[in-house]
């Protein structure tokens, strides 16, 4: 792999997380012990409704709690729970941004960089609160931009707005479906992040299993 010019993340389960998703998160912060399928129902049905319809200046707490409050909705829970849940993901979710905030305030002296993800619509909003922004050159939300990972456009406009050429770019995520695609669909080196080192999609693809990793990768 190329040294890059830019590094891009994805946001949730990557910057706010060590390759776990939102919704195995929320699992665990409802204490849900049911099916899988039914819970994965549940959280997008609670989800998708949030998408291009909130405020773009609505804060990473007040999502939370918006999505914890139609989740307990969805599964049919106390509407009492919400607000727990919505501190314990809140809580950790914001833990560990800080801790990629100093990694990414490492990196940003060496590389270009930027927050890909497919978002509510408030991406900017919420990587303030994160404290991520003052590292990051562009972040792109797809609810604004009009597409979401792994459509090729979503990428191009980061690198464009970081006059960067994909094939001098590294796309860091937690998916492969959206993270890892995309980013080859377009010509960038990836790097998988997954809290479990599974398998990447393409062989040979660089698997760390917490952020701070990339900072022995790129030393």
Same mark, same amino acid.
């Given at each position: 792999?190329?040294?890059?010019?830019?590094?891009?993340?994805?946001?949730?389960?990557?910057?706010?997380?060590?390759?776990? =998703?939102?919704?195995?998160?929320?699992? %665990? *912060?409802?204490?849900? /012990?049911?099916?899988?399928? #039914? $819970?994965?129902?549940?959280?997008?049905?609670?989800?998708?409704?949030?998408?291009?319809?909130?405020?773009?200046?609505?804060?990473?707490?007040?999502?939370?709690?918006?999505?914890?409050?139609?989740?307990?909705?969805?599964?049919?829970?106390?509407?009492?729970?919400?607000?727990?849940?919505?501190?314990?993901?809140?809580?950790? =979710?914001?833990?560990?941004?800080?801790? %990629? *905030?100093?990694?990414? /305030?490492?990196?940003?002296? #060496? $590389?270009?960089?930027?927050?890909?993800?497919?978002?509510?619509?408030?991406?900017?909003?919420?990587?303030?609160?994160?404290?991520?922004?003052?590292?990051?050159?562009?972040?792109?939300d797809s609810a604004v931009l009009g597409a979401e990972k792994p459509d090729p456009r979503i990428f191009r406009a980061a690198l464009d707005a970081l006059d960067t050429?994909?094939?001098?770019?590294?796309?860091v995520g937690d998916s492969l479906p959206r993270d890892m695609k995309g980013a080859r669909d377009v010509?960038?080196?990836?790097?998988?992040?997954?809290?479990?080192?599974?398998?990447?999609?393409?062989?040979?693809?660089?698997?760390?299993?917490?952020?701070?990793?990339?900072?022995?990768?790129?030393?």
């Amino acid at each position: 792999m190329k040294t890059p010019q830019a590094i891009l993340f994805d946001f949730g389960g990557t910057l706010d997380s060590d390759g776990v =998703a939102w919704k195995d998160r929320f699992r %665990s *912060a409802v204490g849900f /012990e049911g099916e899988a399928e #039914r $819970f994965d129902r549940a959280f997008y049905a609670a989800d998708d409704p949030l998408v291009g319809t909130i405020p773009r200046d609505l804060s990473l707490k007040e999502t939370v709690e918006r999505l914890s409050g139609n989740l307990v909705q969805e599964l049919g829970l106390d509407p009492a729970t919400a607000p727990r849940v919505a501190n314990v993901f809140y809580r950790d =979710a914001l833990a560990k941004a800080a801790d %990629s *905030a100093r990694i990414l /305030e490492r990196l940003s002296g #060496r $590389f270009r960089l930027g927050v890909v993800s497919n978002f509510y619509g408030n991406l900017t909003r919420v990587c303030a609160d994160a404290g991520l922004a003052p590292h990051v050159r562009v972040a792109v939300d797809s609810a604004v931009l009009g597409a979401e990972k792994p459509d090729p456009r979503i990428f191009r406009a980061a690198l464009d707005a970081l006059d960067t050429p994909a094939d001098r770019a590294v796309f860091v995520g937690d998916s492969l479906p959206r993270d890892m695609k995309g980013a080859r669909d377009v010509g960038m080196a990836h790097v998988y992040v997954s809290a479990r080192k599974e398998a990447a999609c393409c062989p040979g693809d660089p698997v760390i299993g917490r952020l701070a990793d990339l900072l022995e990768m790129y030393p």
